[in-house]
């Protein structure tokens, strides 16, 4: 069975500043990659995905995230946040050719302030 | 666009009470499935549904039922409530289940808060 490994909690960061979420995943096959974000009291949404392809990926508002699959990771980063960043980030990892069930990591809430 | 909703957003039980959370979406999306969110676990899986009339098991699926007998609807029921089920609800779908270039994007709701006394 798949998992997934988000080691920091909580990322307190300066806006402007650059920032990295840090993600990894552990599965003897071939995955799918999702970086999910939650805003407060909303639910769930897709920021970007890795299903196949050139490694480097590019979301909304600004995010990108890298595949690597040699250290089986899927880290998030953004050159420079905003205050409106403010959320809750979760990475989640599907083996490919299955049903659409997805497992989360913990999140990583980042908390960006002037 | 309505999406996924669900209701109610708020919910206070006492324990042994039973309830259903509702779950509806208009994408005409195959796969629906129910978390729960707790504090530094993230999302965990309860139940899912691949059509209508096929439910199946997730992580977490004591203490919970649920049904899927159309392609819209998809509720949660809760047996009899514990504190223990105190947590955050979120329905989700996604188009496609085995086809093989299914992206897998779930669309969430926007929760419901359940507490248990």
């Known amino acids: 069975a798949q998992s997934v490994t988000q080691l920091d909690s909580q990322v307190p960061v300066f806006e402007e500043a650059p920032v990295e979420l840090r993600c990894n995943y552990s599965s003897s096959v071939s995955v799918y990659l999702f970086w999910y974000v939650q805003y407060p009291n909303q639910g769930l949404q897709l920021l970007l995905k890795?299903?196949?392809?050139?490694?480097l990926v590019k979301g909304i508002n600004g995010f990108e995230a890298e595949f690597n699959k040699s250290q089986t990771s899927f880290h998030l980063r953004k050159p420079s946040v905003h205050i409106s960043d403010t959320a809750e980030y979760f990475c989640a990892v599907r083996l490919t050719g299955t049903a659409s069930k997805l497992t989360f990591g913990t999140g990583t809430r980042l908390q960006v302030t002037l | 666009n309505a999406g996924v909703t669900q209701t109610p957003k708020f919910q206070v039980l006492k324990t042994g009470q039973s309830m259903t959370l509702q779950c509806a979406q208009d994408?005409?999306?195959?796969?629906m499935s129910w978390y729960r969110q707790d504090p530094g676990m993230g999302l965990r899986l309860i139940h899912y549904s691949v059509g209508a009339g096929i439910t199946d098991q997730g992580e977490v699926p004591n203490g919970y039922n649920v049904s899927r007998s159309t392609t819209e609807d998809f509720p949660l029921r809760l047996l009899s409530a514990a504190p223990s089920q105190t947590s955050v609800y979120f329905c989700a779908s996604s188009s496609g289940r085995l086809a093989g270039v299914s992206t897998g994007e779930l669309f969430f709701g926007e929760g419901s808060r359940l507490t248990v006394l």
């Open positions: 994408m005409n999306h195959e796969y």
């Open positions: 890795y299903l196949s392809g050139s490694t």
